[in-house]
């Protein structure tokens, strides 16, 4: 059974910067074609793609967040690691890793999901 | 700012059948890549619903189906149930952005 699971604070003051843990199991992130990718989701609003990252350490990013967003593998074989730079209020929402599935090489689809981690941008 | 177009709400009667539209362009639903639709329950994370343009994951209903043409897209819910009510939102890959978009989202009212 693969799951994932977001960490991270729940509170971010003004131009801080945020950390989040995606801590995945049922899955290595060192098998050729996997890839984890993070989507955030604003109170009420639609969902948006922030970045992704494959077993070999290939990243990919939202082009209008790129600047500010970095993917690490974390320390334990089994983590992800998103920091966000100058948090804004904007910023504030729920945040979810999610493995991604490639079928065909043109179906790239997110499955399954973790529970999401709210973070609000306070002072 | 979504880049795929969605209409806010659809409704209908338990039993009747609703779609629901994903409207894209010639860079993402326009091209090869595949259209995706999850499901969201209020206060729960998105699950997917249908992959690859109309394959349903194991244990998704028949009664979702999906289908893909040209810029556009479709999800179909037939013999809605109140269970079906929740919010949809397409996904597909975008190749001038270099990215996946997701659409603006679907809330489904079973009246």
């Known amino acids: 059974q693969i799951t994932l699971k977001e960490s991270g604070p729940p509170v971010v003051e003004p131009t801080q910067t945020l950390t989040l843990t995606c801590t995945f199991s049922?899955?290595?992130?060192?098998?050729?074609?996997?890839?984890v990718g993070w989507i955030r989701q604003p109170p009420g609003k639609a969902l948006e793609w922030l970045a992704l990252i494959y077993w070999d350490d290939d990243k990919r990013y939202s082009a209008s967040l790129k600047d500010r967003l970095t993917l690490t593998k974390g320390t334990s074989e089994n983590q992800v690691v998103l920091t966000m730079t100058n948090m804004d209020a904007v910023d504030t929402g729920t945040y979810y890793c999610?493995?991604?599935?490639?079928?065909?090489?043109?179906?790239?689809?997110?499955?399954?999901w973790g529970q999401g981690t709210l973070v609000t941008v306070s002072s | 700012q979504s880049v795929l177009t969605q209409p806010p709400s659809v409704s209908g009667a338990p039993g009747q059948r609703v779609t629901i539209s994903c409207t894209g362009s010639?860079?993402?639903?326009?091209?090869?890549?595949?259209v995706h639709w999850y499901q969201q329950v209020p206060g729960t994370a998105p699950k997917l619903l249908i992959y690859g343009n109309n394959n349903r994951p194991s244990g998704v209903p028949d009664r979702f189906s999906g289908s893909k043409s040209g810029t556009s897209a479709s999800l179909a819910i037939t013999g809605l149930q109140a269970e079906d009510e929740a919010e949809y939102f397409c996904?597909?890959?975008?190749?001038?952005?270099?990215?996946?978009?997701f659409g603006t989202g679907t809330k489904v009212t079973v009246l």
């Open positions: 996904q597909s890959y975008d190749s001038r952005l270099n990215g996946h978009v």
């Open positions: 010639s860079s993402n639903i326009g091209t090869i890549y595949a």
């Open positions: 999610a493995l991604q599935k490639v079928n065909g090489g043109v179906s790239f689809y997110f499955d399954p």
């Open positions: 049922g899955f290595s992130l060192s098998s050729r074609g996997a890839g």
